[in-house]
């Protein structure tokens, strides 16, 4: 890698390009980021925002070290045919970091035209403010390279690497959850409106609620079937709201939407 200060680029400014953009502005100066959004006024309100400069695909192709590529799986094609003879022109070496669902390392490689060090990543939504969880798979990246990713991208929230081959299903449960566990929240709150509770009320009340039991899940070590008996008295109220949970059956509603989260990963290949 160049012996400068790295320099992170993003290509697409969306909602999650624009996520890791403001986590890597935690971590990195301005002159470090670069943004590019098909849209330019987008990249260049979000420059605004964050201090920092908005270019074209070409210009963040041709500096970054590390040039993430935010744009959705059925684009990426076009996207890097035209890239490719930028990219085939640098002299230095640089990682491309995709995010593309679906897309592996090898065909990001034969997309972009050469066998370039690729980081895929799979992040959700709460990495913008600073609570994701990004899992990653590194492809011909060295170790240093690696760590200067890791540091640059911490503000964004917890990083796991994981094997490429199992990328997908992680995926499925941290990249899509966090809608499962939007309507989840969303329905809580609507049982508590129907029981009377004002809407504002119910919806703070259902969102601390997942938040601090996803926290103590993390924080005890205990599994979540233990913690939930601890809710469950006998006779109360609890255990007859899970007994009408398993009733309706949430447990396997749940399981089968990310195993078909999982199985559309197959038709974007």
Known sequence: MAEHQPIFGFIGTGNMGGALARAARKR???????????????????????????????????????????????????????????????????????????????????????????????PNTPASIGEGMILY??????????????????????????????IDAGSAVAGCGPAFVDLFIEALADGGVACGLPRAQALEFAAQMVAGSAKLVLESGQHPGALKDAVCSPGGTTIQGVRTLEEAGFRGAVMDAVIAAYEKNFDLK
């Not at 070290?65 to 930028?86: H, I, N, R, W």
């Not at 590194?138 to 199992?166: H, I, R």
């Open 137 to 166: 798979a590194c492809g011909g990246v060295t170790a240093e390279e690696e760590q200067v990713f890791l540091q640059g991208m911490a503000g964004a929230g917890k990083l796991a690497s994981l094997a490429e081959n199992l």
């Open 28 to 122: 990195l100066s301005g002159e470090e980021l670069l943004l590019t959004n098909r849209t330019a006024s987008k990249a260049e309100a979000l420059a605004r925002e964050l201090g920092c400069r908005a270019v074209d695909n070409a210009t963040a192709a041709g500096q970054a070290d590390y040039l993430f590529l935010g744009v959705k799986p059925q684009m990426m094609a076009g996207m890097l045919s035209e890239l490719a003879p930028v990219l085939a022109a640098r002299k230095d070496r640089f990682v491309l970091v995709t995010m593309a669902a679906g897309l592996s390392i090898a065909r990001i490689q034969e997309l972009a035209g050469g066998d370039y060090p690729v980081i895929r990543i799979m």
